[in-house]
């Protein structure tokens, strides 16, 4: 049995209800995070919990606990579901008003809610293999850079991905690369790591911020900058990072080959450097 947080209540998830007249339901008016758990210990919690305050900033929303207290929530939340590597989804959402209205209500009770699931790690083919991608414009809103729950432009973005049997739709707007529809991208040229700058048109991915930081601690020269429609279609190597996908090499885009059309050897090394980085902070004690 999966157990779930709900306004101050611990419960069945299965029992989990909101009313109908949530601006979550009616509007999509909140924010999420995705926290990966290994060993029963959530992944750069403080990096989390630092973006969502970014969001409930972005989008007038008062933090409803300190990190603190949302430390010891998700903590209790891991303890009390199964499994050593789990993925906790915590949501805000502006809460239920008497009337549909897109104003905000006058007073707001936000609607808290944290649930985990089991961490689904990416199946090891697609790692040694690689996986396809196809490309699509980027339609969504200018401010990708919050993490809300207003996610239809995603979903629709990622089921033409679904749809052509592949695993990532990588959007591209005026031209350039800004991400995945749910993963941050990167690009290899003459051995050169390339990253789009953070900024209002994508999420700023906690790991995409380790993949910076293991580039730089192993001396994987890097550029910081917008990277073209061209260059990416021309990339040695392109891959895509999340938190459960961890890094994925994408092989494939719109049916042509990236590369050689195999996983790289600067992908082989990223993927290692993160393994040992997460079994050094997570499994044997920071
Ligand atoms: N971009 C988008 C649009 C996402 O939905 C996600 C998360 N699924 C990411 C990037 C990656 O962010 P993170 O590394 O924090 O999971």
Known sequence: MQTAYLNGTLLPLSEARVSAMDRGFLFGDG???VIPVYSRRPFRLAEHLRRLRQTLDGIRLDNPHDDAAWARLIGEIIARNDGEDQSVYLQITRGADTRRNHAFPASVTPTVFVMSEPLLTPPPAQRETGIAAVSAPDMRWLRCDLKTTSLLANCLLRQLAVDAGCVETILFRDGYMTEGAASNIFAMKAGVMLAPPKNHLMLPGITYDVVLELA?????PCEVRDVSEDETRA???????????????????????????QPGPAFRNMYAW??????TVMRCGE
């Not at 730089?216 to 994987?220: C, E, Q, T």
């Not at 993160?274 to 079994?279: A, S």
């Open 216 to 220: 730089a601690a192993h001396g994987l």
């Open 235 to 261: 990339a040695d190597e392109l891959w895509m990072t999340s938190s459960t996908k961890e890094v994925l090499p994408i092989t494939l885009l719109d049916g042509r080959a990236i590369g050689t059309g």
């Open 31 to 33: 924010a999420y995070e």
């Open 274 to 279: 993160y393994q040992e980085f997460k079994q």
